[in-house]
């Protein structure tokens, strides 16, 4: 197995060279067969790279479509990252595509244009959810490491065994392919919902509104969404992406005269624009330099001392930035300054892009924010906060905007313990996690 290949790209052009690099060691030996979990951007890109290499992969992908996380998301979600940074580099947006931030149909109506140019849907299985990947080592024994190109692979011997339902057929239909490599496009937005635990009678059974995770509410379609929160509180748990996006549409829906309150565990450094103090974003982090300011994992002697030198730069940039966002939200005043650094924010690929005049609807009262709601529970009318002798915050409705559980998906689609001890985080604020 070449670890190189876990691919859940989030970065398109970093992780199209990563996973470039890996694929030309496997020239001169097209007959292995490649199996690629996931129809999303990750899938397409390393199933176009493995088919321009020579190889022929079987690419797997659970729904009917591809698209990854555009295939539904909140009706008013647009692309947060600037057109130009979120592009294949080897197929551009569309000149019809005018839009500096691209909606929901844009992105996947350009993801299928991808698929279609690169000829990819003849090798794609849809409606084929893979349960699990277990690797057989054919005979080479526990713990031989072989060394294929530059990676290496767990044995060159061995097979991965990948388990595929078909999701379409009424009682459930199993076949198992036998492949060499397998690469992991699962994402991470998506599958599992996190959801906060709660003590016994202090969960949502006791609460008498409804209760739904943000994934729940992206899926309905945009009327079903306002008439889901029209003329009712609305409480939002949760401060990323989804949270501030469902505030907003809340907001937008119920005015002054209901305000949708946001509960906040942890600020963040959420950007309003990409251009601090009038200098691009991209020339300060988002680049092949500034790659080599920050820790990566098994990175080597030389690479850890520049990372080291440049540090007083990384510092200065991660100050800047921090200073920009600051001001630009005023978030001193609104007792929003987070305590952990921009680019800590930034390197775990965290940050999200404030909706446009979502501050002002905080000034105005239509978005009310409570800070430090560390943990909470439920009461019948609403959410109880922890440690905070305050009225329970009346709720009609609660949206548990509190992420995915993207890590613990991507592990258990391994059967062997081995498999998912290779799939860790990293507690190190200034290296690079799995997913950058
Ligand atoms: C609302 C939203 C907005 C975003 N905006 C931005 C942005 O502006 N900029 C940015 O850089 N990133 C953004 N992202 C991050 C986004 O996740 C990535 O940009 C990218 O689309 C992820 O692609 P992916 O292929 O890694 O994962 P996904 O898009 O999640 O695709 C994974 C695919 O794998 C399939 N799959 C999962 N499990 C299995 C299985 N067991 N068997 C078979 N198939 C399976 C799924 O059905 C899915 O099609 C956003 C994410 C969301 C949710």
Known sequence: MKLELFASLSKKRTKETSVAVAMANFEGRKKEVIAIIGGGISGLLACKYCISKGFDPILFESKSSIGGVWTKTIGSTKLQTPKPVYQFSDFPWPDSVNQVFPDQQMVLEYIES????????????????????????GGSGDGEWNLWGEAYSYSNKGKWKVTVQDTRAISPQIQIYQVDFVVVCVGRFSQVPNMPEFPQN????????????????????SSTATNFVKGKQVAVVGFQKSGMDIAMECSTVNGVERPCTVLIRTPHWNLPDYFPWGLNLGYLFLNRFSELMVHKPGEGFLLSLLATILSPLRWAFTKYIESYIKHKHQLAKHGMVPEHSFLNELSSCSVSLVPEGFYERVE????????????FGFSKEGIVLDGHATEPIKADVVILATGFNGLDYLKHIFESTKYQEFIAGSDDSAAVPLYR
Do not use: T
């Open 202 to 221: 202090k969960g949502p059974e006791v609460f008498e509104g409804e209760v739904v995770h943000s994934m729940d509410y992206s899926m309905m379609d």
């Open 364 to 375: 105005e009262g239509s978005i009310k924010l409570i800070k430090k709601a560390e943990s």
């Open 114 to 137: 991808y698929a279609r140019h690169f000829d990819l849907f003849s090798h794609i299985h849809f409606n084929s959810k893979v349960l699990s990947l277990n690797f057989e080592d």
